[in-house]
């Protein structure tokens, strides 16, 4: 439920854009941002969205509200990708407003066929192949992957709730998880080997990614940073995970065949990029998870570490 001063926020962004909440006044769509997204439809009958991050939501969200704001005015010009139109905005102390026009239709993961996979593997090789901009800053939002590996490696690291956490969560499951503690600077190295810094989108999923005449809309663009390319590959199936969906080969071929790049050094890199997050980032989101989707969680984890430490695993549960 947003505050007062969020609500007064969003009432100045309808007024200034002359736009009308559909349904309920105040009642947000899912969003794990920090920002509420309303649907709003402007005086001409056009659908749309309002996405309102007040300044309570804290120094996180909000600067990341200010990231996207920045990526549309900036980067979606001239992104080969396309990106919802930014209708209008407002940025103020107390928070940031987006107008932003409906991208398409969301579908489930389960329902994407091979053709849309290939599809998305074509979109994000386009838009890794951008020219990294020079200016602006993107390469300096914090790397939540790499930031979990650097404090897991701290001389007190066991004693951080994290830490502890991630050791609950996994032992029974991970036999190994000493090893794979043991080699994190090694996993660390793996998912930066042989990657040149690219564009990345930095929360690609299937929710991130609507459909609109036969094209993919790619929208919330929050995290978006020059970053590894395995990271937009492999979130990809750390969010398909859960609800028992395997992305299809369909998606690295046609990656590959659009940006030709070594792909056995790409396929390790996805490998570790993958493990790194299931290990260090997952174990706080396995509460807001059923246990069916917990326990696909634990198996996918158990197929990589096996693969990342060089065992034999079972063809069926081997990683794509």
Request: hydrophobic letters at 45%.
């Amino acid at each position: 439920m947003e505050n007062t001063a969020t609500r007064a926020l969003m009432a100045r962004a309808l007024e200034a854009f002359r736009v009308a909440p559909v349904g309920r006044p105040g009642v947000a769509l899912e969003s794990r941002s920090g920002a509420g997204v309303h649907t709003v439809r402007a005086e001409g009958g056009e659908v749309a969205y309002l996405k309102v991050t007040g300044a309570e939501a804290g120094r996180g969200p909000l600067a990341a509200a200010r990231r996207e704001l920045r990526f549309y005015r900036e980067l979606a010009p001239i992104v080969p990708v396309r990106t919802p139109r930014l209708l209008g905005a407002l940025d103020a102390d107390d928070g940031v407003a987006l107008l932003l026009a409906a991208g398409g239709e969301a579908r489930d993961a389960a329902s994407w066929t091979p053709g849309m996979w290939a599809a998305l593997g074509r979109d994000l090789a386009a838009l890794h192949g951008t020219p990294v901009p020079e200016a602006g800053g993107w390469g300096g939002r914090p790397d939540a992957l790499l930031a979990a590996l650097d404090a897991a490696d701290a001389p007190d690291a066991a004693d951080t709730p994290d830490a502890a956490g991630i050791g609950a969560f996994w032992a029974a499951s991970l036999p190994r998880l000493p090893d794979l503690l043991d080699r994190r600077d090694a996993l660390r190295a793996r998912l930066t080997e042989r990657q040149p810094p690219v564009l990345v989108h930095g929360d690609c999923h299937t929710d991130n990614v609507v459909h609109d005449a036969g094209s993919l809309v790619f929208c919330d663009w929050q995290e978006t940073r020059i970053g590894r390319p395995a990271s937009d590959l492999a979130f990809l199936q750390v969010r398909a995970t859960p609800a028992g969906t395997t992305v299809p080969r369909a998606l690295m071929d046609a990656y590959l065949d659009a940006r030709p790049c070594d792909r056995d050094a790409l396929e390790r890199a996805l490998v570790a990029e993958e493990l790194a997050i299931l290990l260090f980032l997952w174990p706080p989101f396995a509460p807001f998870n059923a246990p069916e989707a917990v326990e696909r969680v634990r198996r996918r984890a158990r197929a990589l570490a096996a693969r990342y430490l060089g065992e034999e695993v079972d063809p069926q549960a081997r990683p794509s």
